[in-house]
């Protein structure tokens, strides 16, 4: 796989000028292409031996094109926000947006490497973190994203050679570490592995491009050259036809025994005992945000619902429970203009909380399933694959010790007619009545299907829903309140 | 997950009655629509808990359609001749071809959940094995086919009832074992694992279908009709216009120092000299495989090279030492209608050798990358895909203990010219050489970019590349010859 990166490739100085106008002015063209048809946003990934070249190519990149629309992530050390959350994190938030160029020095890859090859996880559980690599890299690609990844290559005597250089020159020393020997020790094995992540990595969306990082002039024009083709080749072709994938639509249950009709919706409970058990079970809440162990967790919690389900009520009385400093609610609606230039689950990933914190969503990651399957925003193939993404943006989340609660609010036909007409007279609470409420209610039986599917397909074990009966509000809030209280408990070993 | 597959399902034996008339007769017509165009082949598995109804279901689907067309595989324990292979050459070995409709029990996935379940393999472990399934699964339907996943559920109670019916009736008794009894008491840890199983192999491309496996109407209904309408929705819609994907070209190296051109082909051997070597190595090899250990391990060697590279020549040599009953030579040519009706990889997977045996390959899987790349036989994104399922295929040899050895014959441009003025010249050699030997010639530049791509690309730690001199004859002959020996030496620790 390095052959060719082993060879001592050169390019002479007057190859070197009499390229580089040419090349400078087309990316500087095609950066601006970019920048005004928005099309796609750019992913470069910088990676390989140290002492390659990573930085400095980073530094050209910056001066060749216009800085203010690239922005380099050289991430080190995870800041303490970034302990808290999911691995991926990190990544998520500085994404670029379509129309700029994001460039990732190290990456995302070079975790998993270097515990492997220090020996601090074996290879499956190498091949585990490499799979949730190419399933996120997929991810992009499917969002239209151009993903371009450089690996910067040296030989062992090359890199041997180049670290005495750094460490020769008083005014270069500071740049070769402890570390970097001891890296380099491990040479072999840095090799081996390095060569097991490319081969498994390298796919056709998004192959590797390995340049061999002895001559710099040799490999700033090499990438240069190989970005500016990938841009323009994207930003020339033409909008590919839609069509309608061959997937196969979900068929809905040939008996009508729908999950959903399956609730009693007839469960109630009396003013009275409501009134016990919410000063019951918010203490109990309470108290358990307090508990020592809750600094090592996180809770989201997902509100999905008919129209006038009652979610707003359901979450006033969690929040009641709770310290206003420890939670956010995060209403969904569409998404704003800077949510829709990234990736569909970004603006989830942003809301991700910290330890110790709650996350409370009115509507969520399940929109793209729910409302946008019914209406048809996006084609088929795109919500029938954020199924297995939702399961694996949650498997981050309790991987990293949150606890995800979801709750479908389920309320009858009649009832909501009832709640519409009522919330039409009150005045303070006519805003909450839309047309768009009465359009929804026209699509009820589509959308009934649309939740079973969903139910059946993220329901999971780690992650499970819960069905809410809500016809009568009392009854909904305290199974609400009762169930968060039973998975924290659940969470902190209770 | 199973939460809809535990509702209680049941059909009526009035729409029963209603509906079974219509659906034969659209499945009938569906296969031989199916059958005539033979747009794609139907991979359909049947999986899910003992006693749901598995057997039954194949059964029926044979009643329903017409079974000569349709073929199903309850594949259980593996034949001596499966076991000597890579563990996915049982399913390869009897994939249908277009236009036909495998049926598969049990299939790949029973094996990894199982050994998860009773504790034999971990977490880590079952997700590797699930994510080559999950790139079999890809590869299959980027290859065009239909997947459609049932999952028969039964919930634990309704297991029991089913087991002990079972038993209670002298007629079945039979079918019931110890086995199943032991599974049943790990309902919870197989529901548990079958769970995480589905879920993450769940894409949108082949969607798992949960089925409540209680009622046989309702079981047979569902997948009948599931079925029928995947089957309609393929053949009736129009074929997707051909678009280049927007994967960006590979583009050459910037300097003209390809590694095939930095091969010296001076490179000779005297004749008495390479009379002694050949005798030395072929020593040498015949008494390697009749080593003991011989008899754990196989062999595949694979020849690619220019035309009139003397691959011919240095197979002889090869099987001169060899008995004949240990080799195959698998000469590789325009694919067959049979194999043109498989995905690509098909007719490598059928003629992957024995342990203890030889397969020599005269050209290979690597003409995917080769001449289909470069006379444009496939659009970009198929062969840009082959490098990683060419990866995978080795990888997965090579875990069964397979020594994969592949060697490029390089001659340069003037040695082809008086090889094939030569060999129009000789009688005997006059079918070696053909008007598209001509053709290809003229396409050298390319075909030299395609084998550098190649090799850079699937020359990884596991399966390296030989590169061989080959403008000599002796001279190449003892080096291939010499690999071999070293190659099986280092797989035998020697």
Avoid at 101 to 115: A, K, M, N, R
Avoid at 395 to 417: C, D, G, H, P, Y
Avoid at 454 to 470: F, G, H, N, Q, Y
Wanted: hydrophobic share 35%.
């Amino acid at each position: 796989m390095f052959e060719s990166a082993e060879l001592g490739h050169k390019i002479g100085k007057d190859v070197w000028k009499r390229d580089i106008p040419e090349l400078r002015e087309g990316l500087l063209d095609a950066q601006l292409d970019l920048l005004q048809s928005k099309k796609f946003p750019v992913v470069i990934l910088v990676a390989g031996v140290d002492c390659a070249g990573k930085g400095e190519t980073v530094n050209l990149l910056n001066e060749w094109m216009d800085p203010r629309h690239i922005e380099a992530h050289a991430l080190r050390d995870l800041t303490d926000e970034e302990l808290e959350r999911p691995h991926m994190y990190r990544y998520w938030r500085v994404l670029p947006p379509k129309g700029k160029i994001g460039i990732f020095v190290g990456t995302w890859y070079s975790g998993p490497l270097i515990e492997n090859v220090y020996g601090r996880i074996k290879n499956a559980e190498l091949d585990q973190a490499l799979e949730r690599i190419i399933r996120f890299e997929k991810m992009l690609c499917d969002e239209g994203a151009l993903v371009l990844k450089f690996w910067l290559h040296l030989s062992a005597d090359e890199q041997k050679k180049r670290l005495k250089k750094l460490e020769k020159d008083p005014k270069t020393r500071w740049r070769v570490s402890e570390k970097d020997w001891q890296h380099y020790k491990l040479y072999d094995k840095f090799r081996k592995v390095s060569e097991r992540m490319l081969r498994s990595t390298s796919t056709a969306e998004s192959p590797w491009v390995i340049v061999e990082g002895t001559d710099p002039r040799y490999r700033y024009l090499t990438i240069g050259k190989v970005i500016l083709n990938a841009l323009r080749q994207r930003l020339d072709a033409p909008e590919p036809p839609r069509h309608e994938e061959p997937i196969p639509p979900l068929l809905p249950s040939i008996d009508d025994l729908l999950i959903l009709r399956t609730l009693d919706l007839k469960k109630k409970l009396k003013q009275d005992t409501y009134e016990d058990e919410l000063e019951k079970y918010q203490g109990r809440l309470n108290l358990l945000t307090r508990d020592e162990d809750f600094k090592k967790i996180s809770v989201v919690i997902v509100f999905e619902g008919n129209d006038a389900a009652g979610k707003g009520g359901s979450i006033r009385r969690i929040t009641q429970a709770l310290d206003a400093r420890q939670y956010r609610i995060i209403p969904v609606a569409a998404p704003t203009e800077e949510e829709r230039a990234q990736p569909y689950m970004w603006r989830f990933w942003r809301n991700i909380p910290r330890k110790n914190r709650f996350a409370i969503f009115d509507r969520s990651w399940y929109g793209r399933v729910l409302v946008e399957r019914v209406e048809g925003f996006c084609p088929r193939s795109d919500w029938m694959r954020a199924y297995h993404e939702i399961n694996d943006f949650e498997e981050q989340m309790i991987r990293n010790r949150t606890v995800v609660v979801k709750f479908w609010l389920a309320i009858s036909q009649e009832e909501q007619l009832k709640r519409f007409k009522a919330r039409e007279k009150i005045g303070f609470k006519r805003f909450k009545i839309t047309n768009e409420d009465w359009r929804n209610r026209d699509k009820w039986g589509e959308y009934e299907l649309a939740v079973c599917d969903m139910i059946d397909r993220t329901s999971t074990e780690i992650a499970p829903w819960t069905l809410v009966e809500a016809n009568d509000k009392y009854y909904a809030r305290i199974k609400v309140l009762k169930t968060v209280c039973e998975r924290i408990e659940k969470a902190l070993g209770k």
